[in-house]
Nanobody, 130 residues
Framework: QVQLVESGGGLVQAGDSLRLSCAAT????????MAWFRQAPGKEREFAAALGWSDTNTYYADSVKGRFSISRDNAKNMVYLQMNSLKPEDTAVYYC???????????????????????WGQGTQVTVSS
């Protein structure tokens, strides 16, 4: 397991951009598959984006594809979620997650399964006003 701390959430207007950050502990961060999940009020936690061992291995939910971008900086033990063209429907608590159970050769659907992830951050609130 790895300890995760999210930051960067806030209140923005529809159409704005926001960048979330997730700081991770650990000496083998580069071997963790990272992901962002989100939970809107009254809804179940849902997958948003995942990233394998490099920025070339990315996976996105259809609802955020083309608007969100996940990336990592292994030298800094950081993962980011760049969110563009934000919509009110994006309002949620965003959680950073990590796992060693996945690599770069799994079906795309595997990365969207919350049960695959061992470590979770406490979440950061993103609110998008209309």
């Amino acid at each position: 397991q790895v300890q995760l701390v999210e930051s960067g959430g806030g209140l923005v207007q529809a159409g704005d951009s926001l960048r979330l950050s997730c700081a991770a502990t650990g000496r083998t961060f580069n071997r963790y598959v990272m992901a962002w999940f989100r939970q809107a009020p009254g809804k179940e936690r849902e997958f948003a984006a995942a990233l394998g061992w490099s920025d070339t291995n990315t996976y996105y939910a259809d609802s955020v594809k083309g608007r969100f971008s996940i990336s990592r900086d292994n030298a800094k033990n950081m993962v980011y979620l760049q969110m563009n063209s934000l919509k009110p429907e994006d309002t949620a608590v965003y959680y950073c997650a990590a796992t060693t159970r996945l690599g770069n050769s799994y079906p795309a659907s595997a990365y969207a399964m919350s049960v695959k992830y061992d470590s979770w951050g406490q979440g950061t609130q993103v609110t998008v006003s209309s």
